[in-house]
């Protein structure tokens, strides 16, 4: 079975300091990452994945996220945070083949609050 | 506008009463998916399927939900016998066929049931 924690429900930045929401996941095989975006009343919007290669992401609106496969995490980063990042986080995990490779798992979201 | 739409956004019911929603994905998407989301947690994946083939469907899927997409285009959920317990948004997303690919999401349906 697989699963994703996000550990902190949520996190407080002031603008123009740098975010991290984290992430971490268990899977049987090699995973795929996603984060997504929720805004108040919207659907999710997808940010970034990782599929292979490189273990820094870089995704839309300047956002990052760094795998690393001996943690089993895959934290959101992005180097100075604004008012309009606020806003509800999901990190998914889809597992490569099997039965879990159709299915997204998410994590419980993390609220992201940018301070003025 | 070419994202997955769903129609209604919002759905108030008196339990026991039947609904059922719409879903229309994106035109190149055979994949589509259904989770359901309830306050303060995560999408939870409901069913999925590949052009008109449901091929996974989860536990949380009971006898009362049934999902259909019978020409591998638009796709239904329905609900019989709502309970206070299917209170929740209701999300549908579709993807192209490529297993490293993201899914994209609709705006979901809320479901409220008195």
């Known amino acids: 079975a697989q699963s994703v924690a996000q550990p902190e429900d949520q996190v407080n930045v002031a603008e123009g300091n740098p975010l991290t929401v984290k992430c971490t996941y268990s899977?049987?095989?090699?995973?795929?990452l996603f984060w997504y975006v929720q805004y108040p009343n919207r659907g999710l919007q997808f940010l970034l994945k990782?599929?292979?290669?490189?273990?820094l992401v870089k995704g839309s609106y300047g956002f990052e996220a760094e795998f690393n496969k001996s943690q089993t995490s895959f934290h959101l980063k992005k180097p100075s945070a604004l008012v309009s990042d606020s806003a509800l986080y999901f990190c998914a995990v889809r597992d490569r083949i099997g039965a879990g490779s159709y299915q997204l798992t998410f994590g419980k979201g993390t609220k992201l609050s940018v301070i003025p | 506008d070419t994202g997955v739409s769903q129609n209604p956004r919002h759905k108030i019911t008196k339990r026991g009463q039947n609904v059922t929603f719409r879903c229309d994905p994106i035109s190149e998407h055979n994949r589509l998916y259904w989770y359901r989301q309830t306050l303060g947690q995560g999408p939870e994946f409901l069913t999925y399927?590949?052009?008109?083939?449901?091929?996974?469907k989860s536990r949380l899927l009971s006898d009362r939900f049934s999902a259909e997409r019978p020409k591998g285009s638009f796709s239904t959920l329905e609900i019989q016998r709502t309970e206070q317990g299917d209170s929740a948004m209701y999300l549908c997303?579709?993807?192209?066929?490529?297993?490293?690919?993201?899914?994209?999401f609709g705006q979901g349906t809320r479901l409220t049931v008195v």
């Open positions: 899977v049987s095989g090699n995973p795929y």
């Open positions: 990782y599929i292979t290669g490189d273990n």
């Open positions: 997303a579709s993807s192209l066929p490529v297993t490293n690919t993201e899914a994209f």
């Open positions: 399927f590949q052009n008109e083939a449901q091929l996974e």
